[in-house]
């Protein structure tokens, strides 16, 4: 079982950056980590995943230039730039499972068996 903190959120406006964090009391090393996020009145989406050991990651086409998913020990990040209006919402971490690869199959929710509080981005223009 795993235990996940996210916290870095916050209120920026357009353009500016964040940096999220995703703290794991558990084992994460062998799994695959992922970001989601979520805006009222629509479904949770996929952001950004990182494979086990970091080598690889894949991001959803809106956010590819701008984010950046990364990984250290139990720790997570996802480095965000050029905030746009469109990526306000809750954002989640979420863990895979074990060795799964990641790609355009794997990127959904019924594809991450854990999952942290979620920490709010609000971006003003």
């Known amino acids: 079982q795993v235990h996940l903190v996210e916290s870095g959120g916050g209120l920026v406006q357009t353009g500016d950056s964040l940096r999220l964090s995703c703290a794991a009391s558990g084992s994460i090393s062998d799994y695959p980590m992922g970001w989601f996020r979520q805006s009222p009145g629509k479904e949770r989406e996929f952001v950004a995943s990182?494979?086990?050991?970091?080598?690889r990651t894949y991001y959803t086409d809106s956010v590819e230039d701008r984010f950046a998913i990364s990984r250290a020990r139990n720790t997570v990040y996802l480095q965000m730039n050029s905030l746009k209006s469109d990526d306000a919402g809750v954002y989640y971490c979420?863990?895979?499972?074990?060795?799964?690869?990641?790609?355009?199959?794997?990127?959904?929710?019924?594809?991450?068996?854990?999952w942290g509080q979620g920490t709010q981005v609000t971006v003003s223009s």
């Open positions: 990182i494979n086990w050991n970091g080598g």
């Open positions: 979420a863990r895979g499972r074990m060795y799964m690869a990641i790609g355009t199959s794997t990127a959904t929710a019924d594809n991450f068996d854990s």
